[in-house]
């Protein structure tokens, strides 16, 4: 399910806004949680009207009741002394980005709120020099200081596929070295769907190696784009699958024709209704528990930046020899007098293919490159080792910063548990929690967050294939009978191959190999649009079985096995590599001598020895629970000294 607006959302959004809001009076602003804003205008057309800001996620005019909140934080605060009274005067896109920005004019001088929709937005008051007034979220940026003072960098540009010539769409797409609609979505800056759509309206297979193509290709690529994203149509519409909402749109696409669709008036209005379930509020975290994950974050964005570093090093020596050839020509340039934005003059005009990777040189001798669509900066100065080495040297002080977040975090994580009372009391105000609607079938979370489900049995196998089953998803199962039908729910991604491994494993392990007290099956996997009812002429099919259609992927010697543990209040279960990392208690089960009763009542023994509250053990994982989870036919704890 779409958990944020894309830039062709943004888009249709912002023409919806500029008509709806251009000309009205900003009024107060309230914050409902960490990163969503209300902002209450009053519109020429409308009156009244509740403008939802969330920072990553989304942006549009709400019917819903705002709730009642407490006196503003710091944020909404200032929003209420730079903003409030003042007049909307324009509302825009950035280039083709998922950001979006309102200018405010109040007191004769402009002041700028922008809205960032990408992963780990935020969400910006700007003065009128476009200087940082405060941030919503203080997040840390790569190249980007976020404070108050100083000023507000866009990201970096990606080429607009609304905009881009015929000629650079050729350069991306014969230069890459992954299909076509990867060269899409990374180059063009398009999320996934947007991608097989620009391949399904040019009639070429998306899993196409992009330099594989020919001019004629292209040439329709090319006229696909235009078709998308320079369409002029408004059809606000929420696409579902069996009355659940997939995806929201602002004009039609092929992907999902046939889908069913519930149309709306405005884009506003869809976008409310499919995003409704966004607003069930997340429990607070305690202070600590935010430093914690702070914390942590910053050690993810140290290590991705060391080893950004690290790459950018490796491809100056990767491309030694054209680095070279471009600092010889400045030098030689140098020595014959000329400035350093002299020589950027010359190169700038000049048709020489070094010159091509030249972004920009400034007075200094600071030279910007840009290498297998990475770009470099180089001192015109310095040898091609020593530019390397600079970049060596700065993921060097990346590792530091890394290794001095972890003794902090290590070092909070300490406080925290001195600070723990009992896990009693926190036990004490466990509630109930209502149980999701993948937990009536066999069900896990794979290593790459991708959602598995399967049957229990006949009726089961019917509705996830009735219900659940998506053209977009890949099913899997075995040749022999008494196995679930097991979904891969994609969402529209790329799966890994370790999410295949751990969702055969998972078939292989709950089908009749088990129940035989085999430790090793065999398994395939096939696309969501292969798995039919239809049977072949004067055949039958029985319930709960299927017929594949078209090639299979098998994946040979599967080991069975399961782990079941328990993981922040919820049983889980499932291939021991996707659960090992997250529950604590947790057991590994293989084939064995128990029935699921007799084996469900050991695990429960075990579970309570490390959970001091029965009340609350039995609330979440019960016998009969674990059985929930347990395959059919004789199974053991793997490793269990007393069997």
Not at 150 to 158: A, K, V
Not at 230 to 236: E, G, I, M, N, V
């Amino acid at each position: 399910m779409k958990k944020a607006m894309s830039n062709v959302d943004v888009a249709a959004v912002v023409d919806e806004l500029k008509s709806r809001l251009i000309g009205g009076f900003v009024g107060k602003a309230y914050q409902q949680s960490s990163d969503k804003i209300w902002l209450i205008v009053q519109s020429p057309k409308e009156g009244r009207l509740n403008l939802l800001l969330q920072a990553g996620k989304r942006v549009y005019i709400t019917r819903q009741q705002r709730p009642a909140s407490k006196t503003p934080p710091q944020f909404p605060t200032m929003l209420r002394i730079h903003l409030s009274g003042g007049r909307i005067t324009d509302i825009k896109q950035h280039d083709f980005d998922r950001v979006l920005e309102i200018t405010v004019e109040r007191g004769g001088s402009p002041n700028y709120l922008v809205i960032e929709l990408f992963p780990k937005g935020s969400m910006i008051l700007l003065d009128q020099s476009r200087r940082i007034l405060t941030v919503l979220l203080k997040l840390l940026y790569r190249g980007r200081r976020m404070a108050a003072g100083e000023e507000y960098l866009y990201r970096m540009n990606q080429p607009d596929p609304r905009t881009i010539s015929m000629e650079a769409l050729s350069g991306l797409l014969t230069s890459s070295d992954q299909d076509l609609v990867r060269t899409l979505v990374r180059g063009l800056n398009m999320g996934g769907t947007y991608g097989e759509e620009v391949c399904l309206r040019a009639n070429i297979n998306k899993n196409k190696p992009a330099m594989q193509l020919d001019e004629d290709e292209i040439s329709h690529i090319y006229q696909a784009l235009r078709d998308v994203f320079l369409s002029q149509t408004l059809d606000p519409h929420i696409v579902m699958n069996n009355g659940i909402p997939v995806d929201v749109l602002s004009r039609p696409l092929k992907v999902y024709q046939g889908s069913e669709i519930n149309r709306f008036a405005v884009f506003s209005d869809a976008l409310d209704e499919f995003f409704i379930g966004m607003d069930i509020e997340e429990p607070k975290q305690s202070p600590i528990d935010r430093r914690i994950e702070i914390q942590r974050k910053a050690i993810q964005e140290f290590e991705a930046r060391e080893n950004e570093l690290i790459a950018k090093g490796e491809l100056i020596y990767k491309r030694y020899w054209d680095i070279e050839k471009i600092l010889k020509v400045i030098r030689a340039a140098r020595e014959k007098g000329y400035t350093y934005l002299q020589i950027w003059e010359r190169i700038e005009g000049s048709k020489l293919p070094e010159a091509r990777l030249i972004r920009s040189i400034d007075s200094m001798g600071e030279v910007r490159l840009t290498l297998d669509t990475v770009e470099l900066d180089l001192n015109s100065g310095l040898t091609v080792p020593q530019n390397a080495q600079r970049y060596y040297d700065q993921s060097k002080e990346m590792a530091r910063k890394a290794k001095g977040a972890r003794i902090a975090l290590d070092a909070t994580e300490h406080l925290k548990g001195s600070r723990d009372v009992s896990k009693r009391s926190k036990i004490q105000t466990f509630r109930r929690r209502k149980p999701k609607w993948f937990e009536r079938f066999r069900w896990f979370f794979s290593s790459d967050g991708f959602l598995v489900i399967g049957g229990r049995d006949a009726d089961s196998n019917e509705e996830v294939y009735s219900k659940y089953l998506d053209k977009r998803d890949l099913a899997l199962h075995t040749d022999e009978p008494g196995a679930p039908l097991t979904v891969i729910k994609t969402e529209g991604e790329d799966v890994p191959d370790t999410t295949l491994l751990e969702a055969a494993q998972f078939a292989v392990s709950y089908s009749s190999i088990w129940k035989a007290g085999q430790f090793s099956g065999d398994c395939y996997v096939v696309k969501g649009n292969q798995v039919t009812k239809t049977p072949e002429h004067g055949e039958f099919l029985r319930k709960g079985a299927f017929v594949i259609r078209g090639e299979r992927r098998y994946f040979h010697n599967l080991a069975v096995g399961i782990s079941i543990g328990i993981s922040n209040g919820v049983l889980i279960g499932g291939p021991s590599s996707a659960i090992m990392s997250l529950a604590d208690p947790i057991v590994e089960i293989e084939p064995g001598q128990y029935n699921p009763d007799d084996l469900a009542k050991r695990i429960y023994r075990l579970f309570s020895e490390r959970i001091e509250d029965k009340a609350y053990l039995k609330s979440i994982a019960s016998i009969d629970q674990i059985v929930h989870f347990l395959p059919s036919g004789g199974s053991r704890i793997k490793d269990d000294q007393q069997e």
